[in-house]
């Protein structure tokens, strides 16, 4: 799967469609320009942007520390970075 995503100095960013609250975690492909993303956890309090850093994390093989969200903390659509990535 080809992700649309721009390099910067950091790393990579790449847009990202969260759906909270669904049967299992998983990278379920392309919404537009997103990466779409499934997640078992809800919304509240964080707790989807956790589990959120822990997949994106272990679907790029790079440390959760290396996944940043950097854009849309409170919003289904996020702009994530991937610091230390130069291709996917």
């Known amino acids: 799967m080809d992700i649309p995503h721009k ?3 950091e790393g990579l ?3 990202v469609r ?3 609250r ?5 990278v ?3 919404h537009g320009s997103a990466l779409k993303v499934h997640l078992t956890a809800p919304p509240a309090e964080g707790q989807a942007n956790k589990q959120l850093i822990k ?3 272990k679907h790029f093989g790079v440390p959760k520390s290396a ?3 950097v854009k849309g903390a409170s919003s289904r659509s996020k702009l994530v970075l991937l610091k ?3 291709r996917l």
């Open 84 to 86: 230390g990535i130069e």
């Open 67 to 69: 996944v940043q969200i």
């Open 28 to 30: 379920a492909g392309l």
């Open 13 to 15: 960013l790449i847009e």
């Open 18 to 20: 969260v759906t909270p």
């Open 7 to 9: 390099k910067t100095g």
């Open 55 to 57: 997949l994106l994390s």
């Open 22 to 26: 669904s049967s299992k975690n998983a």
